[in-house]
């Protein structure tokens, strides 16, 4: 398991994340920081459609490559 990093800024990631699967031609409408633990820097990722999710899981089997 990775050891997490306190440090990292939530909204980066957010925002990292977002452009990433913009890349692949994935959107997560829901996609924002969670604003009911700002002490634990969450990121939701809210619902998606069961196609998105099948997407999602084939970009990251093949390492977002196209």
Same mark, same amino acid.
């Given at each position: 398991m990775p050891t997490k990093k306190p440090d990292t800024d939530p909204v980066a990631a957010m925002e990292s994340l977002r452009a990433a699967l913009t890349e692949v031609g994935i959107v997560l409408p829901?996609? +924002?920081? =969670?604003?009911?633990?700002?002490?634990?820097?969450?990121?939701?990722? @809210? +619902?998606? +459609?069961? =196609?998105?999710?099948?997407?999602?899981?084939?970009?990251?089997? +093949? @390492? @977002?490559r196209e």
């Amino acid at each position: 398991m990775p050891t997490k990093k306190p440090d990292t800024d939530p909204v980066a990631a957010m925002e990292s994340l977002r452009a990433a699967l913009t890349e692949v031609g994935i959107v997560l409408p829901s996609l +924002r920081i =969670d604003p009911a633990s700002p002490q634990l820097r969450l990121v939701e990722l @809210g +619902r998606v +459609r069961a =196609d998105v999710a099948v997407r999602l899981a084939e970009a990251l089997q +093949r @390492g @977002g490559r196209e």
